[in-house]
């Protein structure tokens, strides 16, 4: 048989991809070369796949072009339906010729996300990502994060560049539109230069701007004598901007930018798509997330639980140890005590020192987290003191449920949608530079990728099985 047929064109390999298309923006060409395979027992070139995929994303989403111009109806139509919903717009110009503007910034960011974020912590994490079209815009993205230890998307925007402008105007409007003059908020970042001069020129945010810790990260585990230039750079860095134990509880136990990360990865597929399917997906998506996290807070109200999942599994952890400590009790004004843990084998016999009144251990973890932690709640035993009253309400299951108790509605059709007061087109000049091969998808390794990498390589040639793989961080 053949390994290649002539009536199979890339149009007849669109029609039989449209289905897979809507229903998983992530299908790739290796799905469709597999896909008419097995259907039609004939290989489809490398190339052929590719134009095929390209047509069937355009019959679905559109072209970028179109999409575009669809954009500002369809934003209005989820206000429309979704009243609350902020869409905010920088023109980027206008054309006086054909009475239109240029696409310049566009920052949405829906209602209920808004409301449920006043039940989570003090804590946004902001991050930017490439979206995969022939266009070179980017998505940024902030995010918070739940009781039960779960990413709520708060807002995003879709920008030309990372820059200094672009970064101040999505604070701008994070401030105006999510935060709303609440004070004490920490801002975790990948410490992008754009982003930290808005920051701190702007004087946007009453925030606090941390150093993400999967910088210094691969650092961890090394000894001095090990590597003296890795120790001397992260000596060298203030310890509230990279550690747990000297921020002061601002980040609430959250170190890096994950949260955004998160979402920049389930949205991984959508970016490849014209930009109103792209906000067409990240209203599904949160969606989802609000229908399977508003069953489960009704879950653990049946359950009688005081607080989440996590915050349950924690306390109750922390408690079981604390049957094992030591306590000797000091000041019963500031419900002070030391606590020795018991001894396991060449570990333990540590003393950490408690103070109840200022709600602080020795060790971090509860200024960490926000839930006494072992030696805490043995102390608070000594006193007679209710350790579950200590917990932060952000861990309550009512707050949990408030988080996610606004719903979303549906978008109609188009035929409902209004006109928009202004028409919108693309901006050609940031086309992005074809260049033979595949565009890459994925950020380019640095050394400290490399690191981790030659750790595998190492540990692979020392087994002598592949399997090991799996098994290596």
């Known amino acids: 048989m053949s390994l290649a047929h002539g009536n199979i064109n890339r149009a007849y390999i669109a029609s039989l991809h449209l289905g897979h298309v809507k229903c998983n923006p992530s299908y790739g060409i290796k799905h469709v070369i597999q ?144 935060i709303r003059g609440r004070r004490g908020m920490c801002l975790i970042s990948d410490r992008h230069g754009g982003l930290i001069k808005a920051v701190r020129e702007g004087s946007l945010l009453a925030s606090w701007l941390r150093i993400s810790i999967k910088k210094v990260q691969p650092h961890y585990g090394r000894d001095k004598e090990q590597d003296v ?93 604390a049957v094992e400590h030591t306590v000797t009790k000091y000041s019963h004004a500031q419900q002070s005590a030391s606590v020795v843990t018991r001894r396991q084998g060449r570990h333990g016999m540590n003393t950490h020192v408690v103070k109840i009144a200022n709600r602080e251990c020795s060790c971090g973890k509860w200024n960490q987290f926000g839930i006494p932690c072992s030696h805490a709640q043995k102390v608070c035993g000594a006193y007679n003191i209710s350790a579950a009253s200590m917990v932060k309400d952000y861990y309550d299951v009512m707050a949990y449920n408030n988080t996610y108790s606004k719903h979303f ?30 565009n890459q998808t994925t950020r380019i390794h640095n050394e400290m990728d490399w690191r981790q990498t030659r750790a595998r390589q190492e540990a692979q040639q020392q087994q002598g099985d592949s399997s090991i793989q799996e098994n290596v961080p």
Request: charged letters at 20%.
């Open 35 to 178: 896909n008419v395979k097995d259907q039609t027992g004939y290989d489809v070139p490398y190339q052929k796949a590719w134009y095929s995929l390209k047509m069937a994303r355009e019959i679905v989403y559109g072209t970028w072009e179109s999409s575009v111009q669809k954009l500002p109806a369809y934003l209005g139509a989820i206000q429309k339906y979704n009243p609350g919903t902020i869409v905010e717009w920088k023109h980027k110009g206008f054309q006086a010729s054909t009475g239109k503007y240029v696409m310049g910034y566009v920052f949405w960011a829906f209602k209920p996300c808004i409301d449920g974020f006043q039940f989570c912590r003090n804590v946004i994490s902001v991050d930017g990502t490439h979206l995969y079209t022939k266009y070179k815009y980017k998505l940024l993205i902030a995010a918070a994060m739940d009781g039960n230890q779960q990413v709520l998307p708060l807002a995003f925007a879709v920008v030309d560049e990372e820059t200094y402008p672009s970064w101040k105007w999505f604070l701008q409007q994070l401030s105006r539109h999510i």
């Open 409 to 438: 509605e549906p978008v109609q059709s188009e035929d409902y949608w209004d006109d928009p007061n202004f028409q919108l087109v693309h901006d050609p000049t940031i086309r992005t530079v074809t260049r033979p091969g595949r």
């Open 229 to 321: 230039k890795a120790f001397a750079y992260l000596d060298a860095i203030n310890k509230e901007k990279w550690t747990a134990s000297h921020d002061g509880g601002w980040r609430c136990g959250i170190l890096t930018t994950n949260m955004s990360e998160c979402i920049n990865g389930v949205l991984k597929g959508a970016r490849r798509l014209p930009v109103s399917a792209l906000v067409e997906i990240t209203l599904e998506r949160t969606v989802h997330y609000f229908h399977v996290r508003a069953m489960k807070g009704k879950k653990m109200l049946q359950n009688n639980q005081l607080w989440t999942d996590f915050a349950c599994k924690m306390f109750i952890s922390w408690q079981t140890k």
